[in-house]
DNA sequence: ATATCGATTATCT
DNA sequence: GATAATCGATATG
């Protein structure tokens, strides 16, 4: 199934510029070990992040100061901070930089590698045709529903510990070829380029990209 | 194919 | 009271 065996990313992998980890997550895998006995663990490899920066960012959650929502951004690096959003939906990020400085990475989308099924009964699609993959995990709401990923759950875990309920690991797979573009679903500092993605994937979100004229 | 809009609630002004 | 790091449904070319 995978290159190598799974290991979790490090503390210091996280302790850098959302830029720098934001990039490297491409081609990374996010994990949740099933809740059902003895079936496959979730998974699925990053295709798509947005880097937002800290206090200075006008579209980051931490352009507000230090709120309670937002605290875990605030917090040592590597830790799930878990949103709510436009009364549906959750978002996932993990907190970079170092303890005191703001700044985290945007979960955007997935490739869906094991537990599909499940991911199907949580987000409530029939797997029919291939087609229907592309409904799991591309998006931030759909790939938090996907993978059951609630606030009250996931806020402030530790995304570094394979033993724990959501974690990323590292299977020693090349990331193809990367593009960087604007990020996309914000008013605020729509103009910066923070949205990296993994050229040609089909579970990347958001409109195709065509040449502009 | 793109465009517009309603859902539904935590958070902040 | 307004807004939001979204999604899915509906309308229209």
Redesign the pocket.
Do not use: M, Q
């Given at each position: 199934m995978y290159p190598e065996p799974l290991k979790p990313l490090s503390r210091a992998f996280f302790a850098r510029s959302p830029r720098r980890v934001a990039r490297d997550l491409l081609g990374k895998v996010l994990v949740r070990p099933s809740k059902i006995p003895n079936s496959a663990d979730l998974t699925g490899r990053v295709v798509e992040v947005?880097a937002?920066l800290g206090e200075r960012d006008p579209?980051?959650?931490?352009a507000?100061g230090h709120?309670?929502?937002?605290s875990v951004?605030f917090g040592p690096p590597g830790y799930a901070?878990v949103?709510?959003?436009?009364?549906?939906?959750y978002?996932l990020?993990v907190s970079c930089e170092r303890e005191g400085r703001a700044g985290?990475?945007?979960f955007?989308a997935l490739e869906p590698l094991s537990g599909l099924e499940e991911m199907a009964a949580s987000?409530?699609?029939e797997l029919r045709s291939e087609k229907d993959l592309l409904?799991l995990t591309?998006?931030?709401?759909?790939?938090c529903?996907a993978f059951s990923i609630t606030?009250n759950r996931d806020n402030g875990s530790d995304l570094t510990s394979s033993s724990g309920n959501l974690w990323i690991g590292d299977d020693e797979h090349r990331a193809g070829r990367i593009l960087v573009t604007p990020?996309?679903?914000?008013?605020?500092a729509a103009d910066k380029s923070l949205r990296y993605l993994l050229s040609g994937n089909r579970f990347v979100?958001g409109?195709?990209l065509?040449s502009r004229v």
């Open positions: 947005e937002y579209a980051a959650h931490a507000a709120t309670r929502r937002n951004l901070y949103y709510f959003i436009y009364g549906n939906h978002c990020n985290g990475v945007l955007r987000r409530g699609v409904k591309r998006g931030p709401g759909r790939l529903e606030r990020r996309i679903g914000i008013t605020k979100s409109p195709k065509l």
